[in-house]
Nanobody, 127 residues
């Protein structure tokens, strides 16, 4: 069982920045693929960014150049630095863990590819 706890959400003005963090349990964190997804009411959860066990990174087109995902295996954490935020980035952001050493975006960009999920953290961007 892997537990994921997100933090760092909040309210920010358009153009501002936030940094989300996700703390994971488990002894083999370095072998997990980690992802961030977001969801607004009435819509499906959508992919934002992911980082593989080998530190390959993947981004949704809507956040490329603005968001950066990183991981610290010594601290069992994954972070999402969000810059130049827009009102359309408003959502609940979820951290997810994928067991197994996979390579390629197909394994990281779909919600069904993840084994564990956090509870989510709200990000609100005001215009």
């Amino acid at each position: 069982q892997v537990q994921l706890v997100e933090s760092g959400g909040g309210l920010v003005q358009a153009g501002g920045s936030l940094r989300l963090s996700c703390a994971a349990s488990g002894r083999t964190f370095s072998s997990y693929g980690m992802g961030w997804f977001r969801q607004v009411p009435g819509k499906e959860r959508e992919f934002v960014a992911a980082i593989s066990w080998s530190h390959s990174t993947y981004y949704a087109d809507s956040v490329k150049g603005r968001f950066t995902i990183s991981r610290d295996n010594a601290k069992n954490t994954v972070s999402l630095q969000m810059n130049s935020l827009k009102p359309e980035d408003t959502a609940v952001y979820y951290c997810a863990a994928k067991l197994g050493r996979y390579s390629g975006s197909i394994y990281y960009t779909r919600t069904g590819g993840y084994d564990y999920w956090g509870q989510g953290t709200q990000v609100t961007v005001s215009s």
